[in-house]
Nanobody, 116 residues
Framework: QVQLVESGGGLVRPGGSLTLSCAAS????????MSWYRQAPGKEREFVAS????????NYADSVKGRFTISRDNAKNTVYLQMNSLKPDDTALYYC?????????WGQGTQVTVSS
């Protein structure tokens, strides 16, 4: 069955870095547009970053531009989110999303907490 499993979250101090991973299975990963979203307590889920199937184009929310980098490895069926210069406002549950046409899949999320 379709699975998206996020990992790499944790507690980090402001200014620190983390790399999130999302391992996909059960569908043709290389054909899917991949994104990261996040949801902070009491807030709606928001877009963070996206990447096209062949990694030709990436897109970022203004709040993370210049600090986060999305990438993918189609041979490993995995999408990554490198997060640098983390801020307390980056604290959230981070989800990966796979999309192609009307098909859309979500993972369960990985928690990122930025605190001193």
């Amino acid at each position: 069955q379709v699975q998206l499993v996020e990992s790499g979250g944790g507690l980090v101090r402001p200014g620190g870095s983390l790399t999130l991973s999302c391992a996909a299975s059960g569908f043709t990963f290389s054909s899917y547009f991949m994104s990261w979203y996040r949801q902070a307590p009491g807030k709606e889920r928001e877009f963070v970053a996206s990447i096209t199937t062949g990694s030709d184009y990436t897109n970022y929310a203004d709040s993370v531009k210049g600090r986060f980098t999305i990438s993918r490895d189609n041979a490993k069926n995995t999408v990554y989110l490198q997060m640098n210069s983390l801020k307390p406002d980056d604290t959230a549950l981070y989800y990966c999303n796979a999309r192609r046409s009307l098909s859309r899949y979500w993972g369960q999320g990985t928690q990122v907490t930025v605190s001193s």
